[in-house]
């Protein structure tokens, strides 16, 4: 019988794939999370009394194939997690620890559990450290999703773009690879250290973790999938008429490397391209001040109006520092919209250079720019290019996702066991 897993995470992270992976392939022991919402029975009756808004909410924490069952939920370190989203206005200080504390709360619950029931272990990173340290020392395999890039790597380059931009301070001191207290980050560094096995969903986290010490015989690339029913084409697409329409969806911080987007913008002729930029505001809007009607800014869209924006765009940019993945382009890319990112995020995985995208160096205004332009003097091929986006997309479903993700824990499991001999 195959050994099962103890995996966890705070949140909806990753819409419970990886939880959902391991209950479809018989290994799931028991997710450890924050808050997850029960489908059926009084869920139900709650759901129909609750206000929509609510309801959407609580639906959200859920997935369907993963009973509650198979999950532990740590009640105090949720609600906690609920108030601190409500908490904009709190010091980014107290938000940060309280939030490492809830991370720390559910890590030590999923070692532990994994002890009890000499289960192998999944954890997500930020909760590593803790999952890891309590879990003793039981010979059980060790696996770390590693979420975002290695923090030493992260930390590297976002210190080189304090130093190239300070105007963009405000964001780049809260990133917590340059705020988290010195114990914290350090707990955050030996976490890799501490596995036996790693998953990464993009190339440029598997090198990061190779940059920093990780065997890379051990680290396996499972990219993530998207919703292809819910990010589609657009029944009838838009013409080819007027500016060629821009669209940037994330946090409009430094980090995502909107400063080098607006100056490859501005160097655009006046009236060949439109950009809307659709995410929660974290820098200073002063960024914008120098900016026509041409950029229209648009933060907290809902998800029919992010889904609408996708439909209605000619060219996803996307020009990131450093990212795990990026969701957002598998998003872009479903709804048959052509991507324009750097090689420091999941692109170089799923773009096809000019035939569904196209891949640049981080910081680099000038590639942006000609990137751009390109676009603005071959509105055809740009528009040649949707169809081959959403095939793209079509092969990085939720469902080959799981499927990837089985593979790669069983080979894992099945390795470890005979390095346990006997097994």
């Known amino acids: 019988m195959a050994q099962k897993v103890v995996t966890v995470h705070r949140g909806a992270r990753d819409g419970y794939h990886v939880a959902l992976a391991l ?43 993963l009973p509650w069952s198979s999950v532990k939920c740590c009640w105090f370190s949720g609600l906690a997690s609920l108030a601190l989203e409500r908490m904009r206005s709190a010091p980014f200080a107290l938000r940060r620890d309280a939030t490492r504390w809830c991370d720390a709360t559910l890590g030590a619950t ?5 002890n009890r029931n000499s289960a192998a272990l999944l954890s997500y990173s930020y909760y590593g450290f803790d999952a890891f340290s ?24 976002l210190s080189e773009e304090l130093r190239l931009h300070p105007e963009c301070s405000s964001s780049l001191a809260k990133e917590w690879e340059l705020s988290l207290p010195q114990a914290d980050l350090q707990r955050l560094i030996e976490e890799p250290l501490m596995a036996g096995d790693w998953i990464a969903a ?18 396996h690339v499972v990219p993530y999938g998207t919703d292809l029913d819910r990010f589609r084409p657009a029944a009838v697409r838009r013409g080819s008429n007027g500016p060629v ?58 998800d029919a109006e992010l889904l609408a924006a996708y439909q209605a765009a000619d060219l996803f940019v996307f020009p990131s520092l450093a990212e795990g993945f990026g969701h957002v382009l598998l998003e872009a890319m479903a709804c048959g919209l052509p991507v324009l990112s750097t090689t420091r995020t999941a692109a170089p995985d799923i773009v096809d250079e000019q035939c569904d995208g196209f891949v640049v160096e981080p910081g680099d205004t000038g590639a942006l720019y000609q990137r751009l332009q390109w676009c603005v003097d071959n509105r055809d091929a740009l528009r040649e290019m949707r169809d081959a986006a959403r095939q793209k ?15 790669t824990v069983q080979g894992m499991l099945s390795a470890r066991c005979l390095e346990a001999e006997p097994c």
């Open 134 to 157: 309590h879990l003793g020392d039981i010979p059980v395999p060790r696996i770390l999703f590693q979420l975002h890039p290695h923090p030493v790597t992260v930390r590297r380059i």
């Open 202 to 219: 993009s190339s440029f986290t598997r090198a990061t973790l190779i940059e920093n010490g990780i065997p890379a015989g051990r680290i």
């Open 110 to 114: 999923a070692g532990r559990l994994a």
């Open 23 to 65: 209950q479809e392939a018989g290994l799931l022991d028991t997710l450890v999370t924050d808050l997850y919402w029960p489908s059926g029975g009084v869920a139900s009756t709650v759901e129909n009394f609750a206000p929509r808004g609510v309801t959407t909410q609580l639906k959200a924490r859920s997935r369907a194939g």
């Open 393 to 407: 997309a079509e092969q990085f479903s939720w469902h080959r996702f799981r499927d990837r993700l089985q593979s």
């Open 245 to 302: 329409q821009l669209l940037f969806v994330g946090s409009i911080c430094q980090r995502k490397g909107i400063s080098y987007l607006l100056d490859a913008f501005s160097q655009l002729p006046e009236g060949s391209a439109q950009l809307t930029i659709c995410g929660r505001v974290v820098d200073d809007l002063a960024l914008f001040q120098h900016n026509g009607p041409a950029i229209q800014v648009r933060p907290n869209v809902s």
